[in-house]
């Protein structure tokens, strides 16, 4: 959109509301305020460009032989699977580039196996995937509603803390930031709690960074808590709800300023020279077990501890220390649309399984109702594949949190997780309704 058309825009819409002043963003360890929006669209570009001539192939995995071909790729330069390699489901999902691809399609055509191609130009999508409004538009929308941020475009960790303070600021007495500490490379890991209850829930998003409808998701959550706080008086008055849309807040910046398909945490890990933790991966329960590598290079490279990380860390002394208000644990991810019910460690199950089962059920069909997907409900070790050192593992089985849920939000491959921004309104709407049908359902 043009800063002329923004102008008409704005001069269309009412004037700004008395009393929506302007927040800045508060300035703390490498959270100095906006990015300049003119920089971040260079740096998109640049971004992008890495990913020439990359493809993301659904490959058809009906027999050993082509999960055992897949194998040997994982760990590989030019290889990003997006998807686990599991004899659970039918298809793997995996960005190659130019040279793998040729490569691995005639590998994949010698042994008789077979694939489609989801996504023909991953850099074309990821421009696709996130227009920028110009910084014209977006100082407009900052004097006009108090903050930059939109359900319309994936924004900046900047413009994600600027929102909660705004929030704190407009609904003091509902709703008040805190944080759980500070990132490997100094920046705040920021929420925001609303609610009035003794009762208390958990929301996190972003934990893993590519993942960019999680945080807009969580955002959409704070503001539904908020701005439209009377529709959930009985929420509200029952629980008080703290919310993290961004936290992994070192690797989301990456994904924006460096590789787009960035995944874990930017930890330096000694001995080697690659960077980070799957933070997912990370929590001491059942830790460095299934679906971990110890290769610090893999994408599931589980730390060289049990919350070696910051971040976890800052989870685990939080919900510790809140260990008995505590009722329910919500971490959101992307892309698969499924609801999981822990143990995922394996299939193993919690004693209380089908009352978790019982909430789980009413959230998906909620979603639905508010016209979204089918989502499948179940253990992640049943429906996609075994992974330990989950958060939602230790938040049930170490943190005494009855109710710990895991989503992995839209879409189920077609753009994965370059979800286009205009999906993001109708996913936070449709996943809002869930986690309130999930509340109601303990009320
Ligand atoms: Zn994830």
């Known amino acids: 959109m043009g800063p002329l058309v923004s102008l008409l825009l704005l001069l269309l819409t009412p004037a700004a509301v008395p009393g929506h002043g302007q927040v800045h963003v508060q300035s703390s360890r490498g959270d100095t305020g906006l990015v300049p929006a003119l920089r971040l669209r260079t740096e998109q570009a640049d971004n992008a460009a890495q990913y020439a001539g990359y493809q993301v192939l659904r490959v058809n995995v009906d027999s050993n032989g082509t999960l055992d071909l897949l ?8 290889v990003d699977f997006w998807t686990p390699i599991s004899p659970l489901v039918p298809t793997v999902d995996v960005m190659v580039s130019p040279d793998v691809r040729s490569e691995l399609t005639r590998r994949l055509k010698d042994s008789g196996g077979s694939y489609g191609v989801n996504i023909g130009n991953v850099q074309d999508a990821i421009v696709r995937q996130n227009p920028i409004p110009s ?13 930059q941020l939109t359900w319309k475009a994936y924004h900046r960790l900047a413009v ?6 705004y929030v704190e600021h407009e609904y003091r007495g509902l709703c008040s930031t805190f944080s759980i500490g500070i990132s490997t490379e100094g920046r705040n890991v920021k929420g925001i709690r609303c609610g009035l209850g003794e009762r208390e829930i958990w929301i996190d998003g972003g934990i893993h960074a590519r993942e960019w409808i999680s945080p807009a998701v969580v955002s959409y959550l704070v503001k539904d808590f908020s701005a439209t706080s009377y529709k959930e008086q009985d929420i509200l008055k029952a629980f008080t709800i703290y919310m993290i849309p961004v936290l ?6 990456y994904t924006h300023t460096g590789r787009r398909m960035w995944r874990k945490t930017r930890s330096r890990t000694p001995g080697s020279s690659c960077v980070g933790a799957d933070p997912n991966r990370n929590f001491g329960y059942h830790w460095g077990e299934a679906g971990t590598s110890t290769n610090p290079c893999s994408d599931v490279y589980p730390g060289s501890r049990p919350f070696s990380e910051p971040e976890t860390r800052g989870v685990r002394d939080f919900l510790l220390q809140h260990k008995n208000k505590m009722e329910m644990y919500i971490s959101f991810h992307s ?12 299939t193993e199950r919690p004693s209380d399984y089908d009352e978790l089962l019982r909430v789980a059920q ?10 979204g997907p089918a989502f499948r409900v179940g253990q992640a070790s049943r429906l996609l ?8 593992d230790w938040a049930k089985a170490k943190a005494n949190i009855k109710y710990s849920f895991t989503f992995e939000l839209r879409d189920k491959g077609f753009n994965g997780f370059l979800l286009p921004s205009s999906l ?7 996943t809002a309704a869930a986690v309130k049908a999930m509340i109601r359902a303990i009320l």
């Open 71 to 78: 194998r040997t790729y994982e760990d590989r330069p030019g």
């Open 135 to 147: 910084p014209f538009y977006l100082e407009l929308l900052e004097g006009r509603q108090g903050y």
């Open 160 to 165: 994600h803390h600027q929102y909660m303070d």
């Open 248 to 253: 992994n807040p070192d690797g989301y910046e």
């Open 335 to 346: 892309y698969s649309q499924m609801l999981f019910v822990p143990y995922g460690h394996g």
């Open 362 to 371: 009413k959230g998906a069909a909620a979603l639905q109702a508010a016209g």
């Open 385 to 392: 594949y075994a992974a330990s050192g989950g958060s939602d």
């Open 424 to 430: 993001i309104e109708q996913s936070g709407r449709e």
